[in-house]
């Protein structure tokens, strides 16, 4: 059986943003869970995960949907990501943490829009 997925496009802040109609984390940036962002900003949006494995688990997630990093051709979109990570991390006052990006299904990835895990405190593995 062969799967499709339905493309449309958002407008978010300044510009179109491409997102999934099936994409959990589209459908969070969107609005649709009533998620609450911890930091956001023009590129990318920053929440708890669900199913921490540290102390503090945060997600760094671009507003453009890109399924991993294989996906993405953009460096000023990567470098807006890592700029992303140290704001949100200064602003909650973390000062220690990992910070971890699983690319394809063999190496963890289990939601395909692209994400950096932020972690900081005892691990939970």
Known sequence: MQRWTIVFFARVNKGVKLTMSDCIFCKIINGDFNTEFVYENEYAVVFKDINPKADIHLLVV????????????????????????????????????????????????????????????????
Do not use: C, W
């Not at 949100?88 to 395909?112: H, R």
């Open 62 to 125: 671009p507003r453009k949907h890109v399924e991993s990093l294989n996906e993405l051709d953009d460096e000023i979109l990567l470098g807006k990501l890592m700029m992303t990570v140290k704001n949100a991390t200064k602003k909650l006052g973390i000062k220690s943490y990992k910070t971890l990006i699983n690319t394809g299904k063999e190496a963890g990835q289990e939601v395909f829009h692209l994400h950096i895990h932020i972690l900081s405190g005892k691990m939970h593995f």
